[in-house]
């Protein structure tokens, strides 16, 4: 418990908090659906859910490829609210965020922003980050995760070449220079993430061997420590990689793989994403 606790003293500048383990154990198993590799199904059938949250739990519905609509329900989620004016997750985020009441609204907010990293939409995912950060009142597990995909987002953007290029460089080196110190504390949890934000790091630099190398590195990593989710997210990511650098083929045998880790998963939106490209 020391070691959490330590590593979320090191989220902020300055930032004192007074937790107990309880507290943090129920943090981390809330967002414990979405960040590890429980399968997707056994949450939605409520086998594994500790804390069920709306957000959640229509991202779960999302990556599986569900196409829910609360509307047509005839008894939607959001009637676990007590108020019949929420009926989306829109709503429950604009209720939050009128009403000041900014646990719900960070919680919406970092649903979008995984769903907008998982689904290479990097854009999208810088801003869901900043929303989120936004709305941070106190340390949360879910920040390193939000520091992790905004890292790699940075990197994808930079490598676009437009005029933030060098700004989202910077960023993706800060989130590997607070993930060098947490892996310190939890390689099992952390390794994986930082062995892919400077596999990132590498191809901005055009360092192509490094970051070939870097890429299989936290493939490996994140097998041994069975998050599979992040495994095909590795997977993918050097598909990207090795298909910005015309090696099509390699690219393709990748891409296969990640497919089968989300399916694996249970994301099944997100594999159905790469059929074309596999």
Same mark, same amino acid.
């Given at each position: 418990?020391?070691?959490?606790?330590?590593?979320?003293?090191?989220?902020?500048?300055?930032?004192?908090?007074?937790?107990?383990?309880?507290?943090?154990?129920?943090?981390?198993?809330?967002?414990?659906?979405?960040?590890?590799?429980?399968?997707?199904?056994?949450?939605?059938?409520?086998?594994?859910?500790?804390?069920?949250?709306?957000?959640?739990?229509?991202?779960?519905?999302?990556?599986?490829?569900?196409?829910?609509?609360?509307?047509?329900?005839?008894?939607?989620?959001?009637? @676990? $609210?007590?108020?019949? +004016?929420?009926?989306?997750?829109? /709503?429950? =985020?604009?209720? %939050?965020? !009128?009403?000041?009441?900014?646990?719900?609204?960070?919680?919406?907010?970092?649903?979008?922003?995984?769903?907008?990293?998982?689904?290479?939409?990097?854009?999208?995912?810088?801003?869901?980050?900043?929303?989120?950060?936004?709305?941070?009142?106190?340390?949360?597990?879910?920040?390193?995760?939000?520091?992790?995909?905004?890292?790699?987002?940075?990197?994808?953007?930079?490598?676009?070449?437009?005029?933030?290029?060098?700004?989202?460089?910077?960023?993706?080196?800060?989130?590997?220079?607070?993930?060098?110190?947490?892996?310190?504390?939890?390689?099992?949890?952390?390794?994986?993430?930082? @062995? $892919?934000?400077?596999? +990132?790091?590498?191809?901005?630099? /055009?360092? =192509?061997?490094? %970051?070939? !190398?870097?890429?299989?590195?936290?493939?490996?990593?994140?097998?041994?420590?069975?998050?599979?989710?992040?495994?095909?997210?590795?997977?993918?990511?050097?598909?990207?990689?090795?298909?910005?650098?015309?090696?099509?083929?390699?690219?393709?045998?990748?891409?296969?793989?990640?497919?089968?880790?989300?399916?694996?998963?249970?994301?099944?939106?997100?594999?159905?994403?790469?059929?074309?490209?596999?």
């Amino acid at each position: 418990m020391e070691k959490i606790l330590f590593i979320l003293e090191e989220l902020g500048e300055s930032i004192s908090i007074d937790v107990t383990p309880k507290e943090v154990f129920m943090e981390l198993m809330s967002t414990k659906a979405l960040l590890d590799a429980i399968t997707l199904a056994d949450v939605i059938h409520g086998k594994r859910m500790v804390d069920k949250r709306l957000s959640n739990h229509l991202s779960i519905l999302k990556l599986i490829g569900s196409n829910y609509d609360s509307k047509q329900q005839s008894k939607p989620l959001f009637h @676990l $609210l007590g108020n019949d +004016e929420i009926d989306s997750e829109n /709503g429950l =985020l604009q209720h %939050a965020l !009128s009403s000041q009441i900014l646990g719900p609204a960070r919680h919406c907010y970092f649903d979008r922003l995984m769903l907008a990293f998982f689904s290479s939409n990097h854009s999208e995912a810088m801003y869901y980050a900043k929303k989120y950060t936004e709305c941070r009142q106190s340390v949360r597990i879910a920040d390193l995760f939000q520091t992790f995909y905004q890292g790699v987002s940075a990197f994808r953007l930079a490598r676009l070449k437009d005029k933030k290029a060098r700004e989202w460089v910077d960023v993706g080196k800060k989130a590997i220079s607070q993930y060098q110190t947490w892996v310190k504390y939890s390689d099992w949890n952390w390794e994986n993430k930082l @062995l $892919l934000l400077e596999a +990132e790091s590498h191809a901005c630099e /055009g360092e =192509l061997e490094m %970051a070939k !190398s870097k890429f299989r590195a936290s493939i490996d990593s994140a097998k041994r420590h069975r998050f599979v989710h992040e495994e095909g997210l590795a997977s993918e990511l050097l598909g990207a990689f090795l298909e910005e650098n015309g090696n099509v083929d390699e690219a393709k045998e990748h891409f296969a793989y990640a497919r089968l880790c989300y399916q694996k998963w249970g994301a099944f939106a997100l594999a159905d994403r790469l059929l074309e490209r596999a």
